[in-house]
């Protein structure tokens, strides 16, 4: 099956939202809006993917980072299309950019309870940090992270 990588654009926010609204394990909040996603796309151009086969989105992910470590979001592929390598090629195209542009550390965040991200992870060769916490705050109204 051919797959192609390429750059998300805003243009394919409505596809890739609803791909991620429907992908178990992958929780959005306010800051996933068209227009937060079009922010974080222009502040982080040329890192972010999706995966197109015959014209349909079936897997993306969201990359930035801060000037010092990347952060990798969102990785999302339809069930029909698991096992195939395009989460694998999705990391790859982001990790690549990255580097390019001088970032070699990389972060991301799982929900505990997503066994199946955490193997994944696991496989790709990503280690589970047991000496820091993570701890959130909003400034906005709602207390979601």
Avoid at 18 to 26: A, D, K, P, Y
Avoid at 56 to 63: D, H, N, P
Avoid at 82 to 95: E, F, N, P
Avoid at 126 to 140: A, G
């Amino acid at each position: 099956m051919e797959v192609e990588i390429i750059e998300l654009k805003i243009t394919d926010y409505e596809e890739v939202i609803t791909l991620w609204e429907n992908s178990q394990g992958v929780r959005l909040r306010d800051a996933d809006s068209r227009e937060n996603i079009e922010r974080y796309l222009h502040r982080n151009p040329g890192l972010s993917y999706i995966a197109c086969h015959n014209g349909k989105i079936v897997g993306a992910v969201l990359c930035g980072h801060d000037g010092r470590r990347g952060y990798l979001n969102h990785l999302a592929v339809l069930p029909d299309y698991r096992r195939q390598g395009i989460a694998t090629k999705l990391v790859q195209s982001c990790l690549s950019q990255l580097q390019k542009q001088g970032i070699d550390k990389c972060h991301l965040f799982i929900l505990s309870e997503n066994d199946a991200a955490s193997s994944f992870w696991s496989k790709q060769g990503w280690r589970q940090r047991s000496d820091i916490i993570m701890m959130s705050l909003s400034s906005s109204k709602s207390l979601n992270a």
